[in-house]
């Protein structure tokens, strides 16, 4: 089964949805492998981050990303990757739709309260650096996968 890493930003944890980000991936029936609330280092940051080194908001963004701890989760179940960047919205959240957890939670680019992997091999990189103890997804509970999947 697919797996994603999904990190609620400082902003998040300390505006108290945590609960409220976790109940929604709950209620759509993905499974919750790996939590942690974490203090990153900058480096740790940075390098979530590369690809956005030349960007002129990247200082502003790793200060944001370090102003206070963060939750980092691995969520696994069918296209997770893909349907947790929709339940997370647009990065702008003033151009996400209501529904969605920044649409309903936030306004500013530089304050969308989460983070989703873009894609599946993003998604190996990030649970590889966040989680580096690595993930054990817990067995399978069968009558209950079966409420959620066909097969
Ligand atoms: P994401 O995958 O939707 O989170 O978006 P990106 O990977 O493109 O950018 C990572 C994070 O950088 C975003 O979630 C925003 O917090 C921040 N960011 C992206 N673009 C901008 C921008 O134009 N201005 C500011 N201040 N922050 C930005
Ligand atoms: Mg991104």
New binding site residues.
């Given amino acids: 089964m697919e797996q994603t890493y999904i990190m609620i930003k400082p902003d998040g944890v300390a505006r108290g949805l945590v609960g409220e980000i976790i109940k929604r991936f709950e209620q759509r029936g993905y499974q919750l492998a790996a939590l942690e609330l974490m203090n990153p280092t900058k480096q740790l940051l940075e390098e979530h981050?590369q690809?956005?080194k030349g960007k002129g908001f990247f200082a502003g963004l790793i200060e944001y990303m370090a102003s206070g701890p963060v939750v980092g989760m691995v969520w696994v179940g069918k296209d997770v990757v893909k349907v947790g960047r929709k339940m997370l919205g647009e990065?702008n959240p003033l151009a996400s739709a209501a529904g969605t957890i920044r649409g309903d939670f936030c306004i500013e680019v530089g304050r969308n309260i989460c983070?989703?992997?873009?894609s599946v091999e993003?998604a190996q990189r990030e649970i590889a650096m966040w989680f580096p103890r690595g993930v054990k997804v817990a067995s399978r509970n069968t009558s209950l996968h079966a409420l959620i999947y066909e097969n």
Avoid: C, K
Wanted: aromatic share 12%; proline share 0%.
């Fill in positions: 981050y690809d956005l990065t983070h989703g992997s873009d993003s």
